[in-house]
DNA sequence: GCCGTTTTCGGCCCGACTGTTTTCAGTCG
């Protein structure tokens, strides 16, 4: 891609501010709805959408209509979009963090501007401060007082924290409330919903539905959990409680016949709701958590998901795919849907730590733990002599790591493979932690950024490239270098990445730990476009950490992996990189 | 603004819940 065109994201978020500045104005809500769609579906594009627009191809895409591809090129051409620019000067930018408070949208955003001047976030807080609000309509004192407690949690720049907590957390909270729901007699079902099992990497809250006939008894059970510590709101259908965690739950309640129906609508996601909803109209039908209502009025339900979906005419899509990229339409045809990737489906891992860097366990007890999951091959691969502050290994340690790697191959009987691997440092300037002919040495090499992440994109991307193209390097691990909560992504153009490694054979890593869930399932998804092949690594720092693949395996889910795209499913002679093309892009 | 097994124009998802209302608009998911 060439240098100096607006990003994806750039556009995107210009569309998305666009729509959000419309919607305050009061446009008509399916303009808003389509500055939206096609955020979204810029963002998701795995090619340079401004390059497509010059070419006059961007059209191609779904939800871009002409419209939407002039302004892209506009905005190629001038950097500017004049729409933007103009919304801009009409409402204030801030009233977009206005409307995103809790219990103020757009109407009240704008009732706020109307009546009071604000013009942004520190403006509401002088009003709610002194007692203005209640000159405004509909603003009584119970929304006075809960943004009061809202600003107070809001940063000197305005901006709140995006309250979102990690899958690995949430998972694991949501599995064991469910566990204890399971058990209250008069519960038939109960099964995590939402964008949890969809697997976003990321969820700001838990969405858990109940098949009872009695939801009060449900509710009461729910606020007896040790995990609940206060409800939040709730009616006769559904109820909102926070955790101790601080994670905010929803659980919702339907009789098991109509289970199918509220499992389809509270798994979403929105907009694939919303899609599907356009289907039903189409025929003259309308769907709700309720059931499917019929053109001569009559209601029908489903005690189970593919009920729901059947009859709609479609079969059912895997719930990590049910985010409106086209998956409905595939939902109406003969294409199968790709076999996703399993976690059973996984024979080694070549990425793990010992106690020679910065794990907790032997070698000896990381490869017992790995056959006890039934592995094939494991490799072992501390961290690099650059990587100090983790213990990282000189080359003469290293050597004598490979002496015990072969005495644990010998005392494990062939139960399990032990490999010698190494995280390897990228440094700073673009080299390799190691020389040639210790790289020779390894059975897998996994290349690594652990600094200089915050460089500009070409310099970081670079970096990378360089990685790639060493034959010794067979895959890159955690490619973005991003921490949930602490930092984001660097600056990786993670297309031209992907691209080299399509050619080149070098697989890119899923890292399952929890904070990093890197690639992400976007960035995986991209990768995949390009022809690129992916490893799933657990980066375990003790036994109970190979666990963690789990949330791997959800990632490349959700990137539309299948076992076959995933090279850690096959022998581990598949992870070395073979120097040319594993497989063509789709 | 986008889109088409009703349509190139006229449609465009649905219900629960809250707060502030005395009958409902706005927000949320």
């Known amino acids: 891609m060439p240098d100096g065109l607006p990003s994806n994201g750039r556009i995107a978020a210009a569309f998305d ?55 892209v090129v506009e905005l190629a051409e001038t950097g500017t979009m004049a729409a933007l620019d103009k919304a801009r000067a009409r409402v204030p930018e801030g009233l977009v963090a206005v409307a995103r408070l809790e219990g103020i949208g757009p109407k009240r955003a704008m009732a706020l501007h109307t009546h009071l ?17 209640a000159d405004v309509p509909g603003m009584g004192r119970r929304t006075a007082e809960a943004l009061a407690a809202q600003l107070a949690g809001l940063g000197p720049d305005g901006v709140s924290a995006d309250q979102r907590v990690s899958l690995g957390v949430a998972l694991p909270l949501a599995e064991s409330l469910v566990r204890d729901l399971r058990e209250e007699p008069g519960v038939l079902r109960a099964e995590v919903a939402g964008s949890l099992r969809r697997g976003r990497e990321t969820v700001h809250d838990v969405d858990v539905v109940v098949a009872a006939e009695d939801p009060a008894a449900v509710f009461a059970a729910l606020e007896r959990s040790l995990l609940v510590e206060r409800v939040l709101s ?35 996601s929105a907009a694939h709701n919303v899609r599907l909803r356009e289907m039903a109209v189409r025929r003259g039908w309308s769907v709700s958590e309720h059931g499917i209502t019929r053109e001569d009025g009559a209601l029908d339900v489903h005690a189970d998901e593919d009920g729901v979906y059947a009859a709609l005419g479609l079969r059912t899509p895997p719930p990590e795919l049910r985010e409106d990229r086209g998956e409905l339409a595939q939902a109406a045809g003969d294409v199968p849907w790709p076999d996703l990737l399993r976690v059973e489906d996984l024979r080694g891992e070549v990425h793990v730590h010992t106690t020679w860097s910065d794990g907790t366990a032997s070698v000896a007890r990381m490869a017992e733990a790995a056959a006890a999951r039934g592995y ?66 390894f059975d897998v090499v996994t290349a690594s950024l652990h600094s200089a992440l915050g460089r500009p994109g070409p ?128």
């Open 234 to 268: 709730g009616g006769e259908a559904r109820r909102a409680v926070m955790t101790h965690r601080g994670v905010r739950v929803e659980v919702a309640v339907a009789p098991p016949a109509r289970f199918g129906n509220l499992l389809q609508h509270a798994t979403g």
């Open 376 to 441: 094939a091959y494991l490799g072992i691969a501390d961290h690099s002599q650059n990587l100090a502050m983790a213990g990282g290994l000189s080359a003469d340690r290293v050597r004598r790591q490979w002496e015990e790697i072969e005495a644990v191959n010998a005392a494990m009987e062939g139960r399990i493979r032990v490999l010698r691997c190494t995280e390897m440092d990228i440094l700073a300037d673009g080299r390799l932690d190691w020389d040639d002919d210790l790289l020779a040495g």
């Open 17 to 71: 501010l666009l729509g959000d500045l419309l919607e305050l104005e009061g446009a008509v809500r399916h303009r808003v709805l389509a500055y939206r769609r096609g955020a979204a579906r810029v963002r998701a594009a795995g090619e340079s959408v401004a390059r497509m627009a010059l070419e006059g191809r961007a059209t191609s895409l779904p939800d871009i209509g002409p419209t939407l591809q002039a302004k």
């Open 459 to 586: 310099e970081v991307t670079a970096r990378l490239l360089e990685a790639v193209a060493s034959p010794h390097v067979d895959i890159i691990g955690h490619p973005t270098g991003r921490m949930l909560e602490r930092r984001g992504h660097a600056a990786v153009d993670i297309a031209r990445v992907a691209e080299a490694a399509a050619a080149t054979g070098t697989l890119l890593e899923i890292n399952s730990q929890p904070r990093r869930l890197d690639l992400d399932s976007d960035m995986a998804r991209i990768a995949l476009e390009a022809g690129a092949c992916l490893v799933v690594s657990s980066d375990a720092h003790n036994p109970d950490a190979l666990e963690l693949v789990r949330f791997g395996v959800i990632v490349a889910r959700r990137a539309g992996a299948r076992a076959a795209d995933v090279a850690n499913t096959g022998p581990w002679e598949a992870l070395v990189c073979p120097g040319a093309p594993r497989r063509a892009a789709p």
């Open 117 to 133: 001047g604000v013009r942004g976030t520190a403006d509401l807080r002088a009003a709610v401060d002194t007692g203005r609000l």
